[in-house]
T-cell receptor, first 114, second 113 residues
Framework: NAGVTQTPKFRVLKTGQSMTLLCAQDMNHEYMYWYRQDPGMGLRLIHYSVGEGTTAKGEVPDGYNVSRLKKQNFLLGLESAAPSQTSVYFC?????????????FGEGSRLTVL | GQQLNQSPQSMFIQEGEDVSMNCTSSSIFNTWLWYKQDPGEGPVLLIALYKAGELTSNGRLTAQFGITRKDSFLNISASIPSDVGIYFCAGLSLGQGAQKLVFGQGTRLTINP
């Protein structure tokens, strides 16, 4: 009964370091998303994917890259971390049917960039 | 772009009280959704609304899709401690995929025992 799993849950980086967040879903969903959540800002979409091998930019894509090599996995990369990327990151997935607004979220990954 | 105005931003209530929160938009949405985020967790879908005027319940929660398609309301009756968290509304326009989902800024609910 895993649903959407994110790793790691917590990470502290120094400015300029790189890292990758992994998202895995076991619901055979076509669509996957990466959001960031900041105080008072709600959820903002970084990148998304509508299927294996596809990715697209969301609202706030700068400084991030993504890959979807396997249907069940969606990776979010930071090539050169900046303090402005300190945030809580959420991965989500959806089936891609007519009920596309119904998202399943992971538990979040809290990233601090010093 | 589209924005949702969610109010109130925070609520401090006593256990057992009823709660009301709402979302308004300058744009028309064809789907309204309400999510809840427990402390330290990801959001979880509470209620999805697909038809203007629709009133849907999920236990002590009741949500309505405004007849103008520009607003939605969420009510919680007889609040209990586990209702604590952040409640997000979200809207989606006709024909749009979930990448176009617009989220409100959230209502933080705190319950005093």
């Amino acid at each position: 009964n895993a649903g959407v799993t994110q790793t790691p849950k917590f990470r502290v980086l120094k400015t300029g370091q790189s890292m990758t967040l992994l998202c895995a879903q076991d619901m055979n969903h076509e669509y996957m998303y990466w959001y960031r959540q900041d105080p008072g800002m709600g959820l903002r979409l970084i990148h998304y994917s509508v299927g294996e091998g596809t990715t697209a930019k969301g609202e706030v894509p700068d400084g991030y890259n993504v890959s979807r090599l396997k249907k069940q996995n969606f990776l979010l990369g930071l090539e050169s971390a900046a303090p402005s990327q300190t945030s809580v990151y959420f991965c989500a997935s959806s089936s891609g049917t007519d009920r596309t607004g119904e998202l399943f979220f992971g538990e979040g990954s809290r990233l601090t960039v010093l | 772009g589209q924005q949702l105005n969610q109010s109130p931003q925070s609520m401090f209530i006593q256990e057992g009280e009823d709660v009301s929160m709402n979302c308004t938009s300058s744009s028309i949405f064809n789907t309204w959704l309400w999510y809840k985020q427990d402390p330290g967790e990801g959001p979880v879908l509470l209620i999805a609304l697909y038809k203007a005027g629709e009133l849907t319940s999920n236990g002590r929660l009741t949500a309505q899709f405004g007849i103008t398609r520009k607003d939605s309301f969420l009510n919680i009756s007889a609040s209990i401690p586990s209702d604590v968290g952040i409640y997000f509304c979200a809207g989606l326009s006709l024909g749009q995929g979930a990448q176009k989902l617009v989220f409100g800024q959230g209502t933080r609910l705190t319950i005093n025992p």
